[in-house]
């Protein structure tokens, strides 16, 4: 921003920006290709001019190795280059800062040895729930909204590319499994109108058309996960018993559960057979799988003049 202002001729006085604690949330990736997440104390933040030279000299090398990701997140060719090289030390990908440590401090140690070209492409997943409102008590605990929601993630993942990958990924996503949600089309459409994917893919001009085939936009996600030109932090389906909550009470205003004075909690097959009834008695497009009934259900009774339109997929 500042080199803009200066070719147009303007005087630009920089100041030093205050480098202030971080999150206290890590979140690791393991040689394996599986993470984990832990708490810690908070991280010192790099000046932005320390930022730039680290950045600069990472990009360099990554770019000599086949790693480079152009205009894309520097941190999906750390983590790509880091896992090829299976390195016995995990590489921090949360706060990203601290990944590009660990490989700037690597490439300093001016180790000469042969390192392993990018010749695999692999999908860098960093799930991570929506950002709501934290406590105090919260901030105290994880140091930012965004920190908290990597932590409710459960840590990153690396993919080895393959014809499956959108479905290995939505899986590891919690979007598609072999039981309530073993349909591939409905966990595409939830995966893509969670709020968070859904605003990433229309930033990044990758949203899928809505009304698209099923295998066309299939194809276009498992390029997508591959893209540097995301971060790899794709909103997960969360499924704690808080989530139904909603649900759960639109289902009794609708008098097909229990009321809740009845004393009892409906199990989670009452509450899959009570979305069935009710999305037939509302007339709502037709879906069989559990995600998909909550999201149809939410969305119907949600009241929102300015909300986006919904992306469908095609069967």
């Known amino acids: 921003m500042i080199s803009k202002y200066a070719t147009e001729g303007l005087q630009v006085v920089s100041l030093q920006a205050e480098v202030r604690d971080g999150a206290k949330v890590r979140a690791v990736l393991h040689d394996s ?4 997440v832990h708490l810690s104390d908070s991280f010192q933040k790099l000046s932005s001019k320390e930022f730039d030279v680290q950045t600069r000299m990472v ?49 300093g140690q001016g180790n000469q040895q042969t390192w392993s070209t990018c010749s695999t492409r692999r999908a860098f997943l960093l ?14 605990t994880y140091g930012s909204r965004a920190a908290n929601a990597i932590y409710r993630g459960g ?33 595409m459409f939830c995966f893509l109108n969670a709020t968070r994917n859904k605003t990433a893919l229309r930033l990044g001009g990758m949203l899928p058309v809505s ?18 030109a995301f971060s790899g932090q794709w909103q997960f389906c969360n499924k704690s018993a808080t989530t139904l909550q909603p649900i759960i009470m639109i289902l009794r205003q609708a008098k097909i559960l229990s009321p809740q004075s009845s004393g009892f909690e409906p199990t989670r097959r009452e509450v899959f057979e009570g979305m069935k009834a009710y999305a037939k008695s509302q007339k709502l497009p037709r879906m069989v799988t559990f995600n998909a ?13 300015c909300r986006r339109g919904d992306i469908q997929v095609g069967k």
């Open 211 to 228: 009304g698209a085939p099923s295998i066309q936009v299939e194809k276009q996600l498992r390029q997508i996960f591959l893209s540097n």
């Open 33 to 36: 290709g599986e993470g984990s």
């Open 59 to 107: 990009s360099d090398f990554l770019d000599k190795h086949g790693y480079g990701v152009g205009e894309g997140y520097t941190l999906q060719g750390i983590a790509k280059f880091w896992f090829a090289n299976r390195f016995s030390t995990p590489l921090t990908v949360f706060p990203s800062q601290m990944g590009l440590n660990q490989l700037y401090d690597l490439i």
């Open 155 to 187: 840590g990153p993942l690396m993919l080895k590319d393959s014809s499956d990958l959108t479905s290995e990924a939505l899986q590891k996503l919690g979007f598609l499994d072999d039981q309530e949600n073993a349909d591939l089309t409905e966990a």
């Open 127 to 140: 799930p991570r729930s929506t950002e709501g409102r934290l406590t105090k008590t919260g901030i105290q």
């Open 293 to 305: 009934l909550v999201w149809r259900i939410l969305r119907h009774n949600e009241r929102n003049p």
